[in-house]
Structure formats: structure tokens, C-alpha cells
């Protein structure tokens, strides 16, 4: 079994960069927050005897050998960046429950045939640079390096600038390798495993996820002697997009979803009606033909709000990932572990996008969770507890000594 | 009569300043731009013999003495800063119209008895600073120095700071002085005198305007697992409170209005239902009774939405300018003047904020209106008729000289 005290101990050492007044953690992706995790996991990693590579991406990857130097390395990994109103936990924990892991084989002198390796995948979150899981995104091959390298934040500094500014712009090639299975532990980010009062959640996908810019284009105006009528004003079709949207999804079953992440006004006066409106719009269904029924409703919505108040409109498509099934050999890995711990669970789809999703395209991978309070994540306030953390890296270490060989 | 192209020409010269591809104007208050801008304006006026002043606010008084020195002085004027989104007639017009005023008086080797002053006032427009008028505000005592020298624009530059910048913060006391009579001469900015093709408006007074921020308060979640119900999402708030007030709005007449200028969302991630949104709200009405209902109503409104939603929201006011009644001889005056040159003319209110506002509050004070191209302005596409601006002129010079007594 793992050591439980240490992991949380690790956690919390973690927690301290980028600490905010709230308790949780703003340490988006490659800021010097960022870099400063990444140092102290990589500091650890080599105390762990572990070597270290960097690819083109920043993503980092730890190996332990195994005894059996050719074989394909078994994965686990996670994210160590977080949202601006991040917590203690989102992806942080599925980094260092590896590395708690590796911690426990030493401890135990236990030498895998596999070799294991821990990843940090880069600019998970989406919350910096979009899309959300870059970093596997490219090594998996779904987008190319130009692609991943001139991703922008919103003042304009790309993914490569912000890599050379930590010294995270490594020489590995950011290209995918022969896994033997990747296992990746993260919390729940919901309530469900919570409300059920189950500790372990064995996921067996990830839902579709479509991301768009909505443009609404109006007419700039002087507010006083401007009649109303006639108007084109762009928050007009704003506050009626957003309320059909909200309606709209609720005909998908409970499992839909939409979020408006932001609305960005031009030109912002006091005294103007807005010439152009940007939205940031986050469909998801588990279904990916309901994701394209909603998609289709919501281009349609647009278009006759739009129209019954005169503004131009333009969709852009950010980011589509499509519903995710996991492979069923990784997944009977870990229900295998849980089983054999006694820890109750039940298998389940997640709702968040996660590296899994990409990596799950070129490696036999599945997933653990755990529960979080009240099922709050991207919060501040996002917790966990202590026993539930140990007893998903416990998990996780039954799944990876499973599939790696003893 | 006044030299029509002479003056049309220095709109044209004014308007090279800040020009925009669409042909308006980005002049805004304190930039590098509008000191260019105010610099060229000096130099015209000293080139017509005037002598200047600038005061604590940045505001510019150009003095052409009078027959008797000791007698107050007949003023015109209004701002050379321009909306993002700017024109080249709004403000401008007003003070380049002055100047043309003692250019003809100085070709006709006309001197007035009471001496003659143009001002420039500083940040009208409210875009950079709010509240809009804030120079003449201040001049007016409306708000004190401090208030004034602190206001922020969205970088956290101060207007002191921004004067500092541009060498514009003049020793001259902010502070209103003995007036005969001041007019203002400005483009509608709304749609009457076109419809009714009539060259010109005699302006008795300004409708009265509310400035507000209104902050919704939400609780920020992951936008994937967490379910729609029980999130506290603080664009619904804004989704129904604008909906709602666009409604209201109606209730009260169609020279009721309600603009929303800004949308302010924080953190602003994609994949994270909002934290908080902040709403830039102007409402107006001519009447003070139904401006103060239509308060009452936004308050209730944003208090039973943030309600249903489980949100919660503070309002802060920005601005208040209640509706203003001009001067009746002032008027008179202008009436006079039109009715000598015969142009066909109406009374009518403004349904934007002038500088005026503040000026009658300490001086005999009316207004001159001339038509614009589709009653459209803070919009780049603004647009005048030249005749238009030379009538307008005309009549002020007739004013003007009637005050100032010849
Ligand atoms: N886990 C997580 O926050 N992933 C980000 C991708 C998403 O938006 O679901
Ligand atoms: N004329 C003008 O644009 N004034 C600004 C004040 C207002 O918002 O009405």
C-alpha cells in the first residue's frame, strides 16, 4: 500500500506555488508559477532515481527502469497547471499520486518488468492557451507541432515564446512511443461519485466536448438620443442566444451542458451601443449524436436571433473532441485493483476532458476518480479527502504493478 | 455670415488627427492624440489673436478681449476628445465653430463689447474617464478636483497622471467665473431633425442619465461534469436582467433608453462557469419622475433575477445627471438668431449629455442642434451635411454677437 501521509504531504507542498488567498491555486500553464512546479516535481523525480526527458511541448517525462530494459513503458500522469480560480488538486494530484507510486516500489525494493514513466502534460486546462489538453494533443498526433507552438494567450505570447521564457522547450520529440498501458488518477470534478458515497469511480470514457467563438456584430450608436427601435445592438442577440442556449440543452438530458466562459465587448463605452460581441461558448453531451444535434441547434439559434435583430453573426470552431470510449483491458486492470482493495465504486463516463482522452488514441488507457466535495472543481474552494486520496492511489499503483509485472 | 469651407476645412484638418480607416475618428481624452489635437487648436487660436489658459482639468479657455475688459464674457465650446468609435463632428464641431465665429468677427474687424471665450472642455465623452463632462463638471463644481484628478481610465491611469503625460495640467484654478451667456453648438446625434429636415434644433435642455455598474456574482465550476441545475451562473443573471430591462425600457415611452456599453467576466476561462460579471448600464429619460421609476424598476429587477438564480449582485453608481432646463433668454437668443438667418428650426431636448449640462449650472446656458446623416454618431460612419455646418455657425455667430453686444 501506498503512504498516504506523503502524498498528501506532497500535495500541499505543491498547493504552496501559486497559492491564492481563497486556498486554492493559480498557476497557469507555462507561467513562472508553472515552472516553479515543475522544477519541484522534477527535483523530486530524481531523488526518486528517476531520469528525465522534455519534449518539444514541455511535456515531462519521469521513467523508472524496469527490468526489462527494452519493454514498453506502462504511463500514468496528469497536469500540474491549473485554472486562474484553480484548486489544490485538478491534475496535480494524478502527477504526484505517480510519483507516490514510484516512491512505494523504492520503499518496497520492487523492480517492474515495464519500465513506469509519470508525465506532466502541458496546458491541460485550456484556461491560458486553448484548446484544453495541448500538450497530449500533439504527442498523440491530433494536431501538429506549428499547430501547438503558435497557440496564443490573450496577450498575444505563443505556447513556443512562453516554453523558451521557463526553459521547458525540451529536444525529445513531442511524437507518441509504444506504451504497454496508460492509467491516469484524477478527481471527479462532479458529484456523482459523492452523492453515492463511493470512493473510487472507474471511468470507462470521456464526453464529447465542442468549444466555439460566437461573434454577434452590431452597430455602434450613441446611447441618449438613439430610439431603441432600430437599434442593432449586439446584446440583444446575447441575452437571447445565451437564454435559448441554456433551454436548448436542457432537452438533452441531464447530461448536457452549456457554459459561456466569457463575452468580450467592443468598444466598450459607457455611452455607445457595442459594435461586436465575442462569446465563448462550451457545448457537451457523452453522446457524440447528440453533440451534433446541439451543435446544429445551436448554429440554428444563432442564426434566427441574429436575423430578428439585424446583426451579422460568425461562428468559430475552437475545439471539437469528440466522445471518448477507453480500452476495456486497462479498464479491467483497475476494476481488477479495486476489487481486489475492497473499496466499493462504480464504473462511469467523465464529464471533463482530460490527457486520457488523447493519449486513449494511441495507448490502451483508462482512468480512476475519486470524489471531491460537493463535486466543485475550477474553484478555489475544489477539496478532497484525505482517505479517498489514498485509497485512489492505491488504485492506481494495483493498476500500474498490474500491467507493468512484478 | 461665416466662412463656411474655411471652417469645414478645419474639421477636415481636426479630423486627419486619430483618423480611422472607416473614415471616424480615435481621438480619446489625454492620449498622445488628443494633446496633437489640442495643440493644433492653439495654434489656430493664437493665429487669431487669442490669448489661453488651461486650468487644473486640462480644459482650455481661448479669450478674445472686448470692447470693455472688465465685462464677463459671452463663451462657446465643447471637446475635441472622441469615442473609440469615434466621428469627426461630435464636440469637434462646437469648438471649431467658436473659432470660426472670431475668424469672421476678425475678417469683419468686429470687436464685441464683452470679451468672447472658447472652450475646449476636457474628457466629455466619458469613454477614457468616467463620468462623461467630467471637465466641465468640475469647472462647474458639480464634483471636486480630487474626484476629478482620481478617476481611472481601465489601465488604472489617473486623469492626473494622463494631464501630466501630455503637458496639459494647467495652473489656472478649475473653477466657473462670472458668464454673460454660453452656447453650445453640436450634431444631434439623433434622428429628429433629419426626419423632419430641419437644419436646426434649439436645444432647451438635456434628459437625465444613470450610469451603473451592475456586479452578478456567481461561484465558478467546471463547465463538463457539474450538472445545469444548482449552478450559480452569473450569465444567466445577465441573460435575464438585460432581457428584462430592454422590456422595461419600453414601458416608459419611446424616448426612454437603456444601453449596455460593457460586460466584464471574470476568470474569464473557457471551460469555468463565470465567478462574476460586470455590466456597464445607462439608463435615461427626459423626465426626472420616470428616470427615478426606471431605477427603482432596474434595482428590483436585478434583485428578483439574482434571486431565481441564486446569485448575488451589488449595483454601484457610477453618474447621475438629472435632467437639465436651459436658460430661457439664452434660448431666446439662439430662437432670435435662427429666425433672422430663416432657417426652418424646432425646439426640442437632447437626448445626449453635453458640457452644457454642467455649465448652466453656474452660467446662462442654452444649445444649437444641426442634423446628422441618419441620426448616427459614435460611430466612425457619422456624418454631416456641409450647409448644415455652416447654418449652425451662422447662427451662433448671430447669438453670440447678440450677447456680446456689438
Ligand atoms: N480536467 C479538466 O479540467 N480538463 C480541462 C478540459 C475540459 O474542459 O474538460
Ligand atoms: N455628446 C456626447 O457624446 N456626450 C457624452 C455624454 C453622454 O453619454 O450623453
Redesign the pocket.
Known sequence: NINGERLWQSLMDMAQIGATKKGGCNRQALTDLDKQGRDLFITWCEDAGMTIRIDEMGNIFARRAGTQPQATPVITGSHLDTQPTGGKFDGVYGVLAGLEVVRTLNDNKITTQHPLEIVVWTNEEGARFSPAMIGSGIWSGEFDLDYGWNRKDKDGCTIKQALTAINMLGETPCLHFPIKAAYELHIEQGPILEQQQLPIGVVEGVQGIRWYDLIIKGSPV???PTPMKGRQDPIKGLADITSALYKMVDKYTEWSRVTFGNVLVTPAS??TVPEQVTLWVDLRHPENENLTLMDAEFRAIAKSVCEQHNLEFEIKDEWHSPAVQFNQDCVDSIEASVQQLGYPYKKMFSGAGHDSVYVSKVAPTAMIFIPCEGGISHNEAENVKQEDITSGCNVLLGAMTKSAGV
Open positions: 450613441h446611447a441618449g459607457r455611452n
